[in-house]
């Protein structure tokens, strides 16, 4: 019984010495993301994109939450304070919502930087309006849905930490490099999957995989080119488009599409996929969307 009660105690000292090194770690590590410095980014594929090449030498905030809808966005206070307290604003370039936000913040922190991810990048015009009247020259936000075009979002974004932070630039540099790698394995991997699908036409409630369709030479035919409820003589229009061109696919966004799309498929008779461009494992979302058309 002595015995017993001699390992009881032991395996309760060893426990305990245990749980008290785990908080201490716990406590250091939340202490040091505390510590941090702060950059906010607009949507979550930029957030994946920057913690790769910041590591954790910074804290990166994102405005837009997973499943958020950047068309109807409105910045909690949180958002605007996050926003405030950050160095920089990492913005995607021409989200609608991004200029407004700056508008509100700039003026209480005039020192915060202001940097575009999508410096460089040749935009494609036309495929959207958002109720404007303008989609002719309106360009198309959704650079990110590209990983030609990631590969140039990851290289301004270690430009703009050079900028911020030129001590580390070589702890940058090198996982800067390592992205890259995956992003050119990722490009490989797609290219292979679409060889022989150029021309290929593909349907989609809101425009969002434009760059995507540039990239592999497809087609995109979108319902809905404001993102809103469209009216029944354009829609049967689309329906007769994308029944000419035999789309087989139709990518919709659960959350944020209109029932309009699927109503509208039950004439067009594609393989409806569910994606989520907007995701954080953007390029999880890239391979969803390959191996759809692939098949």
């Not at 785990?22 to 994946?48: F, W």
């Not at 200029?99 to 494609?124: C, D, F, R």
């Not at 911020?164 to 800067?176: I, W």
């Not at 354009?234 to 209109?258: C, G, N, P, R, Y």
Request: proline share 4%.
């Amino acid at each position: 019984m002595n015995n017993l009660h001699k390992h009881y105690r032991t395996s309760t000292r060893a426990l305990t010495k245990v749980v008290m090194a785990l908080v201490v770690i716990l406590t250091a590590c939340a202490r040091q993301q505390y510590n941090r410095p702060a950059i906010t980014v607009s949507i979550q594929p930029q957030k994946y994109l920057l913690e790769k090449i910041v590591g954790d030498k910074w804290d990166v905030k994102c405005l837009l939450s997973n499943g958020a809808n950047p068309e109807s966005y409105d910045p909690s206070l949180t958002h605007l304070l996050n926003l405030e307290n950050s160095k920089a604003y990492f913005r995607m370039g021409n989200i609608p919502f991004e200029s407004a936000i700056i508008n509100k913040v700039h003026n209480n922190n005039p020192a915060l930087k202001l940097y575009n991810n999508s410096e460089g990048i040749s935009l494609i015009t036309g495929t959207h309006s958002h109720g404007t009247g303008q989609s002719d020259d309106e360009p198309d936000p959704h650079t990110w849905t590209s990983v030609v075009n990631a590969r140039k979002i990851a290289s301004n974004m270690y430009n703009a930490m050079v900028d911020l932070d030129p001590d580390n630039k070589g702890y940058y540099a090198d996982n800067l490099r390592s992205l890259l790698t995956e992003l050119d394995a990722l490009q490989d991997s797609i290219s292979s999957k679409l060889a022989d699908k150029r021309g290929t036409a593909f349907v989609v409630w809101h425009p969002s995989l434009s760059y995507f369709a540039r990239d592999y030479g497809l087609t995109q035919i979108s319902l809905s080119p404001e993102g809103k409820e469209a009216s029944i003589g354009m829609l049967q229009e689309t329906i007769d488009d994308a029944k000419a061109h035999d789309a087989k696919v139709m990518f919709f966004q659960k959350d944020i599409d209109s029932r309009q799309a699927q109503v509208a498929n039950e004439q067009i008779g594609a393989t409806l996929v569910n994606i989520n461009p907007l995701s954080y494992h953007w390029d999880k979302e890239m391979l969803t969307i390959a191996d759809a058309l692939s098949k």
